[in-house]
T-cell receptor, first 112, second 113 residues
Framework: GNSVTQMEGPVTLSEEAFLTINCTYTATGYPSLFWYVQYPGEGLQLLLKATKADDKGSNKGFEATYRKETTSFHLEKGSVQVSDSAVYFCALTLTGANNLFFGTGTRLTVIP | ETGVTQSPTHLIKTRGQQVTLRCSSQSGHNTVSWYQQALGQGPQFIFQYYREEENGRGNFPPRFSGLQFPNYSSELNVNALELDDSALYLC????????????FGSGTRLTVV
């Protein structure tokens, strides 16, 4: 089947620390991969995406590389800020599919 | 109109009752999906509507139903509410064919007591 497994949280980091949130997937076809972010009281926002192997998605200092050989799409940021505190979801969709498959989410808290 | 608006933001219902949640999609987005997000979990796909017809459904029973209207609004209806239906319900809209162009609303928090 299709599924996404995320690193369990919560994750607490000091400001300017390096962030990695692990994500691996299983898919019956060739997926596109996404990271969504959910700030308190808000809906999901697309953070970045990658649609084929070896693509690197990037946005707001966050990066993730589509690794087909390890079926992974780990999220990284070199220096986190307090404003990055949120819940991060890894997700996939298949070409022609109607829906996204989400991981369980990882809560990140950045302390000053 | 930009963005996706959902109403109400919070709702409390009693087991066995019926509920209707509403979503106003972004203008031009002819596809709307509904997701259920239980506490501490990722969103789970309920169903999708395109041009007022259901064209995809997740693993949810028939008591979860929907409607989509020509004015880019839609509804999620849940009959015979159960305690496990307590969750955040998210509406997401996009243009058909743009698989990554989802815009999500802030959700409706449903509590079933």
């Amino acid at each position: 089947g299709n599924s996404v497994t995320q690193m369990e949280g919560p994750v607490t980091l000091s400001e300017e620390a390096f962030l990695t949130i692990n994500c691996t997937y299983t898919a019956t076809g060739y997926p596109s991969l996404f990271w969504y972010v959910q700030y308190p009281g808000e809906g999901l926002q697309l953070l970045l995406k990658a649609t084929k192997a070896d693509d690197k998605g990037s946005n707001k200092g966050f990066e993730a590389t589509y690794r087909k050989e390890t079926t992974s799409f780990h999220l990284e940021k070199g220096s986190v800020q307090v404003s990055d505190s949120a819940v991060y979801f890894c997700a996939l969709t298949l070409t022609g599919a109607n829906n996204l498959f989400f991981g369980t989410g990882t809560r990140l808290t950045v302390i000053p | 109109e930009t963005g996706v608006t959902q109403s109400p933001t919070h709702l409390i219902k009693t087991r066995g009752q019926q509920v209707t949640l509403r979503c106003s999609s972004q203008s031009g987005h002819n596809t709307v999906s509904w997701y259920q997000q239980a506490l501490g979990q990722g969103p789970q796909f309920i169903f999708q509507y395109y041009r007022e017809e259901e064209n995809g459904r997740g693993n949810f029973p028939p008591r979860f139903s929907g409607l989509q209207f020509p004015n880019y609004s839609s509804e999620l209806n849940v009959n015979a509410l159960e305690l496990d239906d307590s969750a955040l319900y998210l509406c997401a809209s996009r243009e058909q064919g743009v698989s990554y162009g989802y815009t999500f609303g802030s959700g409706t928090r449903l509590t079933v007591v």
